[in-house]
Every structure is written in structure tokens, then in C-alpha cells.
Nanobody
Framework: QLQLVESGGGLVQPGGSLRLSCAVSGVSLDYISIGWFRQAPGKEREGVLCVRKGSGNITYTDSVKGRFTISRENAKNTVYLQMNSLKPEDTAVYSC????????????????????WGQGTQVTVSS
């Protein structure tokens, strides 16, 4: 059974950094596309970035380019979202999601094509 568990959220000051983890069980990272999403209070969920199965191409939403990156640790079957230069507007619940196809992560991050989601972790950027 494919499951995702996020961790690493917390409170950080503006300009600080935080690394979120998404531990994947039930499938190897080599066979999935992975997306990170966030939902701020009163706003719709948005795609932050995704990495495409096979090619490893990464798609970013404009607001995080140059600040957020994604990495993986195969031995732990875990994906990380490294967030630098954090801003108050980055405050949200962050969730990872996976898809066994490549359709979800192309020039745009297609939330509707990610069928499996983690529970989310809160990130608060505040002084």
C-alpha cells in the first residue's frame, strides 16, 4: 500500500530555512512523480514544485524559484523539500503527493493527477 508521511514543519523566522521530509512506502522513488503542495489559510491549495518520473525534470511555481529545491535519499525512500529565504507568505500546510505516471508533472503541476497524498505539515514563517 502506497503511503506518504511528511515531517519537518515548524516555526521559522523570515529569511530562515526549513527542510521538509516526505517518506514514501509501497513504491520506489524511481517509479513515481512527486509533488509538493501548500495551502494557506483561506486560500486554495497550490503546487509548489514537482519532479517528474523518469526524466527527473523539476517544475516550480514562480514564487519559489531560486529559494526551494527538492532532493532525495534513495536508501530511505524519502524526498526532501529544502526551503530557503522563507517569507511570511510561505506560511501554509505543506503536503507531498505522488503519481505513478508522468502526466501530473509537466510544464504545469497538475494537482488533479496526484492520487496519493500525505497528511500535511504546518510551516509558519513569522518573527
Amino acid at each position: 500500500q502506497l503511503q506518504l508521511v511528511e515531517s519537518g514543519g515548524g516555526l521559522v523566522q523570515p529569511g530562515g530555512s526549513l527542510r521538509l521530509s516526505c517518506a514514501v512506502s509501497g513504491v520506489s522513488l524511481d517509479y513515481i512523480s512527486i509533488g509538493w503542495f501548500r495551502q494557506a489559510p483561506g486560500k486554495e491549495r497550490e503546487g509548489v514544485l514537482c519532479v517528474r518520473k523518469g526524466s527527473g525534470n523539476i517544475t516550480y511555481t514562480d514564487s519559489v524559484k531560486g529559494r526551494f529545491t527538492i532532493s532525495r535519499e534513495n536508501a530511505k525512500n524519502t524526498v526532501y523539500l529544502q526551503m530557503n529565504s522563507l517569507k511570511p507568505e510561505d506560511t501554509a500546510v505543506y503536503s507531498c503527493a505522488v503519481d505513478t505516471s508522468t502526466l501530473s508533472c509537466r510544464s504545469v503541476i497538475d494537482e488533479s493527477r496526484f492520487p496519493v497524498w500525505g497528511q500535511g505539515t504546518q510551516v509558519t514563517v513569522s518573527s
